[in-house]
């Protein structure tokens, strides 16, 4: 391999790191209003009053827009903005339009001012919910395909609930008998585990500038989007538009994690579309945090039985995912992992999603996953441990392998979790003398990898470089990996491979940046254009020189007959042969279409020592280790790049981050300050270890690398913790409260 | 056939009647600057001061720019503006750049006041310029092919001069002997023609907003042009930038007829890289007057035997045009047309083109083939008038048929000149009794056909609607043409086929808009494209229906059993298929690569009713007729449109139209006022006649049809006027006074 595999700068790094990157906000159309949304002050009330002659009246407002303006564009439009009952604290009710950003904020606190909510009962958690008299979240019992569930791309039919409950949806899986198994068993562990409602915590918040033709009435759409296509077909589905008439255009992601995907470009666009003029909505940080749809929060009950020679015999669980007010939690896949990564003769898992007066959740970072391998890893740690076992060898002994029936009784394919084990084992951290206070914490983390077909195009120039045109948005370097991939294939060199992510009305297919797929099958969608290219190439320089295809190689951008290296026609002039007035040759444009129905699962193991603080509960990181099976490392830098954030925002979920409310349902943790995001001095070096167990349907074996880093981090630090103080804490995050009174708890 | 063949709108045509169209003059980007372009006030002159200090004082002006700033980007961008020398009355010598169009026009005028030329020796005639002490217009032999020899797709070698000479290039076709020919011949016709420097008369003047991305140094240049990749390719040259850092985006154009190729691209987008801002360069009408390039005046010397039976014996010609300050000029389509209607025993023909100072001449609607029809026409009808032949059934006599060597000596293809010749002797208005002083005229002409290799892309979306994805800039409804062309192949109805014309970062590959030839080359790839797109609907189809292809049709965007109506299945739910998670079935996304090495030929007929006012010159046209080989009509109401407009543009060539200098060489005609395009009451009612002699290339039988119906409206005229009165005016426009001279000279 001449270009992959080695490790390449991110094209499009310099422009971010030195800020010259164009994200949309920074965006100015002529005539363009800013956008400010008044937010339900109370997590469920009746709007008594919009005061938008209050608003109207400041000086610079053009308009003041409610639901019932909205519903003048249809009936799509009119559930984007809250009706007569608010849901949760932060949902918008209305929407002041300004010339200028201070105008718009002068009006809405005018808009605040005169506006009158009347607080109705809510219920703020899942035990509140599940009461038989609980006030219902919702009146329907429509199902639609979250976000989250659909990253994963597992297809379980879950039951939906026959009349209008809080409890929404219910998934359940088992295999033998599990009840039974526990009273058979000799060994237990019994838990009930908790997770933190997460925000995903990217730098940007949520930004669109929408803006619609007076003449065709097309709907331009400039938004910060995992997902264009996706962006694309809600916005004309809520407002009744034909796909031809909507385009999205890709900016800059200033982070996603799944949290960027769709949320106010239907809104957007139907403000633009009512007032005539291009309309921004960039959220300010405090409404970021409380109008997006963060990761759920979870509670997991959970029993683990094994034999006294360690025969692992059953495991039997009860997942609740706190879904927020619409339902759409990842039921089935935090139930496939959790029931999954080992080989367990019985099980029993159920799934449910509660709903509650709080922002309705969506994806972040293998949605589900994390809470999922909190509860199992925890549990199979202190498993080990209860029966004098080692962690890791204990693992190996029961790991799931290819062929194992996951708990929907399809068989995993190909994987490395056993490689993945196999390299923690080796790896120096575990044979470290530990200090006083310190443990070694280990667990691992599994990701299904998630399936779409794509289309890309490879394109010559007439100087000899190319353009690779895609539908997928970058969000992790992916456009990087891109252009090594066509350079590999075309045989020129990287820097002349410049990747265009086209709006969709210009666009091949892709699906959205999300559940680590893209180098998986856009990926293959730009190996296949790329062979495409390079065959036209080779077909004209044969033709042109005489040769056969067969005796042609591309080296360093020029076409030369093997044997012969003074035949040589460099591939501008092919290029420039097959496009110009009167060529004798088709131009140089390589097309791949995909699909890939074979999921490739992506395994990470971490490895992690720390050192607890026993007067005041502190958990100190002091080395970390991660072992990941990546398939092919396309881009080295870029992997590694991966499995260190999934690290450090696997940090997060296990020291540091929750949404808090008060009791009246208000937000606690609306600002950077207040929401504990990892900080630097958080984070310890990080050895990474990748494993290559090369995909079967991945462009050169690469498998998706993007969901499985962030996965098992809480629970190797929960076990870290109980390795080196005896305390397990079982509630995310392991703050110093949480310690102390685990500490005290294993002192009893 | 259920789309084409019949009449259909154009897309794009509410919108430009409403005026909701957005023009390239009508973006503003932010921080954007106007500019406005100080021109040489003579044709030939040394700057003796650029007064930038006086323009900089007036408020709001940015930056004035010189060659020497402009130097400061490298080689290619210093000859964007005049240097020491003008060559000239016109030429750009420095920019404004202002804040504002105002401030750029009081900058401009400072500068004006401010700016001192020293008039030097010019030369404004083909006469003074071939003078052996004529001063040089340029130093170089350098000879580029210009815009307008590449419309034809000719690829015949000019023989350039030497050394610097105003006799830039010269090429030469002969057959037999001509000389010893016409010395034998016994009728022969010997005459000068001349033709006018014609204006290409587009509503729009050039227009182009350049930008600069502070961040990656990415040029963007927003441009009304025929052809992005082309502007795309010599900015890139000119400013030494890679092909990929320059992305040209199309805009409405405003009429371009060859004028709207290249021309103040790079000067654009050298300027925005000078000043780090967004630049805006429209041309007023007076600038765009003086400052563009306009067809070439041409001077033809021609002589003409036959034998007393008619038999054609010989033709010798001598094609002088004057080309402006470069050369480029169309000298081998014009020889190719003039000697190859007919079949010529001997021939020889001489083209050579001379260098004034005026500005450049660039392409105008079949570059040098009117002029040279205009010649032929005007020769074979004075021909048959002195043979008491009739003018028809004289040139069918002799009509050039496939197989027929052409000029250069390869075989005219298949074509349809014979048909439209009898479609001509059949029309009514040729034996329509003619009142006192009216006359009929008759002349052909043809245009090879331009050849370009070309790609696009059809695409579904999940509603069931497609977008057709291509780089052709559509000037005259061939979007509509393309959109007919995808629905026909994909039985669909029109409506659901949005056509898309990318950018050049995003566009399949296409030539320019020009030389007849987007519906023949580009319309094949879109033909192709939609049946990849539509092989992909049936396959899938297929499998989900579980039924064979070839017992599959699509009607009305449904797919459905041949014979079994009842089992269907939408093309949306079939896109929807394939493009989603977990898809089955690659994305339903069709290309199409095509090259046509064969050109099919266009020739039109016109037939045309005059009355000559024997008392002021006048000549009003009474009735007029075309009669034009389309190949095949896909929309013929677009057809029709072509037709039209060339029969109104060519009665400009034949009775108004010329640009005038005067001594001092200054534009007389730098208005619309004072540059006479036709107007409607000009121009008669025209009848129509479509002839189709199916292309066994183009899509569906079609052929290019834009050039054609411009070529023999000058020379019908002229034979019109001759048949009235008697007169024969050689020289175009044929204005009042020529018409009275001409009567004088017959009666002498």
Known sequence: MAVIGKSARRIEGLEKITGAARYTEDLRLPGMLHARLLLSPHPRARVAAVGAEAARAVPGVAAVVTAAELARLGAGARGLLAGAITRYAGEPVAVVLAATEQAAADGL?????????????????????????????????????????????????????????????????????????????????????????????????????????????????????????????????????????????????????????????????????????????????????????????????????????????????????????????????????LGGYYKFPNLEIEAVEVLTNKPKTGAYRAPGVPQATFAIESAMSELAGLLGEDPIAYRLRFAAAPGDPQPHGRPWPKMGLRQVLEALDRHPLRRRPKGPDEGIGVAIGGWPGGLESASACVRANTDGTFQVVMGAVDITGTATTMALIAAEVLGVPPERVRVITADTHQAPYAGMSGGSKITYTVGSAVRLAAEDARRQILAIAASHLEARTEDLEIVEGTVR?????????????????????????????????????????????????????????????????????????????????????????????????????????????????????????????????MVEVPSDDGPFGAKGVGEPPVIPAAAAIANAVADAVGARVTDLPITPERVLAALGAAAD
Chains 1, 2 share one sequence.
Request: with cysteine; net charge neutral.
């Open 109 to 337: 606190e005018a808009l605040r001012g005169a506006s009158r909510f009347e607080a109705l009962p809510a219920v703020m958690t899942i035990d509140e919910a599940m009461r038989p008299d609980a006030p219902l979240v919702r009146e329907s019992t429509e199902v639609e395909e979250g976000d989250a569930q659909a990253h994963a791309t597992v297809a379980v039919q879950t039951q939906r609930a026959e009349r209008p409950s809080n409890i929404a949806n219910r998934v359940t899986f088992s295999r033998g008998n599990a009840g039974e198994a526990l009273a058979q068993a000799r060994v237990v562990v019994r838990r009930t585990y908790a997770t933190s409602r997460i925000h995903q915590g990217y730098l940007e918040p949520h930004a669109t500038v929408a803006t619609t033709d007076p003449g065709t009435g097309e709907l331009t759409i400039y938004t910060a989007t995992q997902g264009t296509f996706y962006v694309r077909n809600e916005v004309a589905s809520a407002l009744g538009l034909s796909q031809q008439q909507v385009r999205v255009v890709p900016m800059t992601v200033g982070g996603g994690f799944g949290g960027k995907i769709l949320l106010f470009q239907p809104l957007a666009g139907a403000l633009t579309r009512l007032v005539g003029r291009p309309v921004r909505l960039v959220l300010t940080r405090a409404d970021d945090f409380a109008a997006t749809e963060p990761g759920p929060a979870s509670r997991i009950e959970l029993e683990l039985g094994a034999e006294a020679s360690g025969a692992l015999l059953t495991l039997r669980a009860r997942i609740i995912f706190d879904a927020g007010c619409e339902p759409g939690a990842p039921l089935s896949i935090a139930s496939l992992m």
């Open 561 to 689: 007959v093997k044997g012969s290296p003074t035949v040589t026609l460099p591939v501008a002039e092919i290029a420039a042969m097959s496009m110009r007035f009167g060529a004798k040759y088709p131009p140089v444009f390589g097309q791949g279409n995909t699909v890939i129905t074979r999921q490739s699962p992506g395994f990470a193991g971490h490895l992690v020592r720390v050192r607890v603080d026993r007067e005041t509960g502190a958990v100190h990181l002091l080395e970390y280790a991660i072992a990941q099976d990546v398939g092919f490392a396309i881009n080295p830098a870029a992997v590694q790049g991966q499995m260190l954030g999934g690290v450090a925002q696997g940090i997060g979920w296990g020291l540091f981050e929750r949404m808090a409310y008060d009791e009246s349902g208000s937000l606690l943790t609306a600002t950077l300050s207040d929401y504990a995001l990892p900080r630097a001095p958080h984070v310890p070096r990080v050895d990474t270890i």
